[in-house]
């Protein structure tokens, strides 16, 4: 079955950086695209990253500039890289591709920006 791993999560001081890892099992990695959420305490999930198959990536504007997509096919891995962030990034962050109309989530990885 499909399994989403996150892992990379913690807490950093406003301005540091963050490498979030998503380890993908279960399905064909390379021809999916994979992207990004993020829970707040007391919001509503949102989009904050996707990369497709061919590598193109999206981002949400808040973090374009500051956040990086990337995918290694060969380790079914998606990567987050956080830079310069701050504290309205905290959150839950959760890996996320829908395949054959099922979404699939991870279980997600706190990320908590604080001095």
């Known amino acids: 079955q499909v399994q989403l791993v996150e892992s990379g999560g913690g807490l950093v001081q406003p301005g540091g950086s963050l490498r979030l890892s998503c380890t993908a099992s279960?399905?064909?990695?390379?021809?999916?695209?994979m992207s990004w959420y993020r829970q707040a305490p007391g919001k509503e999930r949102e989009f904050v990253a996707a990369i497709g198959p061919s590598g193109m990536p999206d981002y949400k504007d808040s973090v374009k500039g500051r956040f990086t997509i990337s995918r290694d096919n060969a380790k079914n891995t998606v990567y987050l890289q956080m830079n310069s962030l701050k504290p309205e990034d905290t959150a839950v962050y959760y890996c996320?591709?829908?395949?054959?109309?099922?979404?699939?989530w991870g279980q997600g990885t706190q990320v908590t920006v604080s001095s």
């Open positions: 996320y591709t829908r395949i054959l109309s099922t979404p699939n």
């Open positions: 279960g399905f064909m990695f390379s021809i999916y695209a």
